[in-house]
């Protein structure tokens, strides 16, 4: 019941999953998955637990690896290269630079906490870019004013709250200006006084810049707003894609409509 | 040259003869150090602090405190109170008193990790506190605490080579004499080396073996 | 009455007497323990990092670096190098024979105390650095180990103070050590009661220093980690 009849903007998809399976051990998460991601398309991805939602997300951030199938990115493959005409597996040197590409914000901030926020954003560029002290700290400084946390520059994890440092944690992938950005239930962990302002800031990201997005979400009514397709995930296959009014309107698939009324449901 | 075979294997078996002093030193002091150690740890949940704070400063004194310096001290200080003891006897009781106290902070994490409705439950059918120990308490304690137990019968099985700093004649001392009677310090100490890899590599494996007997048992 | 009395006065007089002798051995003590120590530290990272991230080859000799170091006497490692190596034409100081055994020894035990510390640092900090693009080395350096130091520290403590205590053994090559200025004075004046408690009383002493110096170190560490000022 896999669909690949993705729309894909002009050309080469930006992200593409190719056939891709993953199991552990007996147990097969995801099966032959086709999916196709546009250039600057919003994707919301949805599901009950262990239909392989994020799954998709770790392995495209090659925090996992894949079992069967080709990920490509803008054109190029990312879990293997290209050799004599034929695909090899990746060595680590050319992973680093696809990844490069491609950003992550996690569901448990994952923040290092023994530096302030400021020294968070500027870690990466600094370490992995080259990017000159001075430089990081002023691109730094931008984004976490941007993310609304221009005054707690110099405050450690521990001193802020859930939202606070999932926001940090935004900024801190955004510094690494990827094209493409990984959601993985950024909110699931939060009070839910606090998500608003996480939501708001990656509304403002969604807006303000050219990024492709791929959030994995139980947040129904973000996703119906924000995205521009939703893909409502089944035991490690796509049940069901199609932009929100039609998923939230009108699912054609059973499961669909089982998931959707019993997560409204529960409210 | 650099390894002599022959005397080599001329050396094995009074080595052979030697290591069984070592294995014996080795049993003798952990048998004391276990018992010994319980009762410290028993002595310490004193409720009255004329008994555990007294016990406290002495576990700690001994565990800070060379085992080298313990052994000389009562292989030497015993006498002049009229107390001539064996080196032997020496060796294994300063062993067993200082592994005594380690062992005593093993018991002691594991009698802290029974849940205190066991204790209350004893109280409430009116045990006396010998048979609350003996027949509720200690049995729990026990079994987690055995892999602990084995690593420190392991590492007083490494430290039994002191006691050739007077003159038990253990591999050490053994190896010590071989040396200068041969002028060959090589293969002795070397071979010694081996015999304690081997012996440690087997009593490793004989822990993991405890541990999961003791597991099954208790159906974990 | 009398009696108690006078062994107080005579260890008192005792105590003066054999003060500075005692001193020197202490402060040759005091060199071996700082020395070891500080060896048993690098070799323990070495050790660790390279049987958890290092090629086959180099992760085997990590690994039966550790296994014989652990699995073999302090005692016997120290003679081993004292009396074995000047027969492959390595001459060393007694000193540097001890400081290079004792690091080695405790450098085994502290590798697994560094891998178990690494190893406790939660799994979403290697993630996190893996999102930013990081190399293992620099999410290691950068990362991994900063917060694995904390976790560090009290096992460290308990290692050091081991090495302070096998310190002792150096007497048995004739390192004027602690214990050998006390044997020597034993064997010239048997007043083995008062000589061996102070030595006791001596060790624990240098123990207590160590203690307190690895709290207050605790300390330091764990401010940059938990708190900090805005």
């Known amino acids: 019941m896999s669909t690949s009849d993705a729309p894909s903007a002009n050309g080469e998809p930006m992200v593409r999953f190719e056939k891709v399976t993953k199991s552990y051990g007996a147990l097969t998460v995801l099966d032959e998955l086709d999916l196709d991601i546009a250039a600057g398309e919003k994707v919301a991805i949805i599901g009950p637990s262990g239909s392989g939602k994020t799954t998709v997300l770790r392995m495209l951030m090659t925090l996992e690896t894949i079992n069967d199938g080709v990920i490509w990115v803008e054109g190029e493959p990312l879990t293997h290269m290209q050799r004599n005409g034929g695909l090899v597996p990746a060595d680590a040197r050319h992973l680093r630079r696809i990844r490069g590409k491609i950003g992550m914000v996690f569901q448990h901030f994952n923040l290092f906490p023994h530096m302030t926020a400021l020294k968070n954003c500027m870690e990466a560029p600094v370490m992995v870019l080259g990017m000159p002290k001075r430089e990081a700290e002023k691109r730094a400084s931008e984004l976490l004013e941007m993310v609304g946390l221009g005054d707690k520059l110099g405050h450690y994890p521990s001193q802020l709250s859930g939202g606070q440092q999932q926001r940090v944690a935004i900024a801190r992938a955004c510094a690494m200006r990827p094209k493409i950005m990984l959601f993985d239930e950024v909110t699931s962990a939060l009070d839910p006084e606090l998500v608003g302002e996480v939501l708001s800031v990656i509304r403002k990201l969604g807006a303000e810049h050219d990024l492709t997005m791929l959030m994995v979400t139980h947040q129904m009514g973000f996703a119906k707003e924000f995205a521009d397709r939703v893909c409502f995930f089944y035991a490690g296959k796509i049940a069901e894609q199609g932009p929100p009014e039609q998923i939230f309107g009108a699912p054609k698939n059973e499961r669909t409509q089982q998931f959707l009324s019993a997560v409204l449901e529960a409210g | 040259m650099i390894w002599d075979w022959g005397y080599a294997w001329e050396i094995i078996p009074i080595l052979a003869k030697a290591s069984i002093v070592t294995i014996e030193a080795t049993l003798l002091g952990f048998a004391l150090a276990a018992t010994f150690g319980l009762l410290l740890a028993i002595l310490r949940m004193s409720q009255s602090n004329w008994v555990s704070v007294p016990t406290a400063g002495f576990v700690e004194f001994i565990r800070s405190t060379p085992l080298l310096i313990q052994i000389f001290f009562i292989f030497f200080v015993f006498p002049e109170f009229g107390v001539n003891l064996s080196a032997m006897t020496a060796g294994v009781l300063a062993l067993g008193v200082h592994y005594g106290t380690y062992c005593s902070e093993v018991y002691r994490a594991g009698l802290a990790n029974i849940p205190r409705g066991q204790w209350e439950a004893s109280t409430a059918l009116n045990l006396s506190l010998y048979h609350t120990f003996r027949d509720v308490i200690v049995p729990q304690a026990i079994p987690p605490v055995v892999p602990a137990l084995g690593n420190y019968l392991v590492a007083l099985f490494k430290e039994t080579p002191l006691l050739s700093a007077i003159a038990v004649l253990e591999l050490m001392q053994t190896a010590k004499i071989l040396g200068s009677e041969n002028f060959r310090y090589t293969e002795p100490i070397t071979l010694v080396g081996i015999f304690f890899l081997i012996f440690s590599l087997i009593t490793a494996a004989g822990i993991r073996q405890v541990e999961y007997w003791l597991h099954r048992r208790e159906g974990f | ?230």
């Open chain 3, 1 to 230: 009455m009398a009696f108690t009395a006078g062994l107080v006065v005579a260890s008192f007089a005792t105590f003066r007497v054999f003060l500075p002798g005692l001193l020197e051995g202490a402060l040759i003590t005091i060199q071996i323990t700082v020395g070891g120590c500080v060896l048993a530290v690098i070799m323990a990272f070495v050790a660790a990092i390279a049987k958890m991230y290092g090629p086959w080859p180099v992760r085997w000799l990590a690994n039966s670096y550790i296994e014989i170091f652990r699995g073999t006497s302090a005692l016997v490692q120290l003679f081993w190098l004292f009396f074995v190596l000047p027969h492959f034409g390595i001459l060393l100081e007694p000193i540097t024979v001890a400081i290079v055994a004792l690091g080695l020894n405790v450098g085994a035990y502290g590798a697994e105390v560094v891998r178990g510390a690494i190893i406790s640092v939660h799994r979403g900090q290697w993630e996190a650095a893996t999102a930013l693009n990081m190399t293992r080395m620099t999410a290691l350096r950068r990362i991994i180990v900063p917060q694995a130091i904390v976790r560090m520290i009290p096992p460290w403590g308990n290692l050091f103070i081991e090495l302070l205590k096998a310190t002792s053994l150096v007497s048995l090559i004739t390192i004027s050590d602690l214990t050998f200025k006390a044997q020597q004075m034993n064997q010239t004046t048997f007043r083995t009661l008062e000589i061996f408690t102070i030595v006791l009383v001596f060790y624990l002493a240098i123990a207590s220093v160590i203690t307190v110096a690895m709290r207050a170190l605790e300390e330091r560490a764990a401010r940059g980690v938990a708190r900090g000022r805005a």
